[in-house]
Every structure is written in structure tokens, then in C-alpha cells.
């Protein structure tokens, strides 16, 4: 079992910049981790996955070319830099890690999730 607690959540004015942190209770390197979010009244929505060596990465349609996700495989840590931000982006952001390599956008891909971050972006 592994647990994930996510943090760096908070209020940003639009166009400003948050780091968001995945942290695994234990070492999960040879494992799929993505990013989700779920704004109110709205389905979740895959926003980044990375695979488990970093080689792969797929980002979600609206967060193409603002968002970075990374992993320090010794930290057991997973990053979503959120850059030029914009009130859409506001969500709660779920990070999720799968039992194999799986990084890509389905949720039915990943077993573990973290219980979220809120991230507020006012215009």
C-alpha cells in the first residue's frame, strides 16, 4: 500500500506561478504517478503523468505549455509546476500513482490517490 500526500496548494492571482508536491509514503520508482483535478460541479480531469524512470510525460490539453511535472525518484517525491496560471485552473489537485508504469490520462489506470490539494486562482 502506499500513501500519497500532496501539498503546496494555496490562493494565486492569475498569471502567478504554485508548486505542487506528491509525497509517497514509501518508494514507488518503478511506478506510474499523475496528476488530476476536480473543479467544482466538474468531472476529474487528468491534468500530467510522468512514468516511473521520467522518459514519458503526457499532459492534459489545457495545461499543454504552462504546467511541468518532475520526480525525484530518491525523495519519493512527484512536482506539478503550475505556471501562468488562470482562474480555469482552479481545482482541487489529486496526484495518483499506478501498480505498474502507467502514467497516461485514464483514472482507472491508477490504485493509489492522495486525498487532494486546493488550488485557487483569482482573476
Known amino acids: 500500500h502506499v500513501q500519497l500526500t500532496e501539498s503546496g496548494g494555496g490562493l494565486v492571482q492569475a498569471g502567478g506561478s504554485l508548486r505542487l508536491s506528491c509525497a509517497a509514503s514509501?518508494?514507488?520508482?518503478?511506478?506510474?504517478i499523475g496528476w488530476f483535478r476536480q473543479a467544482p460541479g466538474k468531472e476529474r480531469e487528468f491534468v500530467a503523468g510522468?512514468?516511473?524512470?521520467?522518459?514519458?510525460?503526457t499532459y492534459g490539453d489545457s495545461v499543454k505549455g504552462r504546467f511541468t511535472i518532475s520526480r525525484d525518484r530518491v525523495q519519493n517525491t512527484v512536482y506539478l509546476r503550475m505556471n501562468s496560471t488562470q482562474p480555469e485552473d482552479t481545482a482541487v489537485y489529486y496526484c495518483?500513482?499506478?501498480?505498474?508504469?502507467?502514467?497516461?490520462?485514464?483514472?482507472?489506470?491508477?490504485?493509489?490517490w492522495g486525498q487532494g490539494t486546493q488550488v485557487t486562482v483569482s482573476s
Open positions: 514509501r518508494t514507488f520508482s518503478n511506478n506510474g
Open positions: 510522468i512514468s516511473w524512470n521520467g522518459g514519458s510525460i
Open positions: 495518483a500513482a499506478s501498480r505498474t508504469s502507467f502514467s497516461g490520462p485514464s483514472q482507472s489506470g491508477y490504485t493509489y
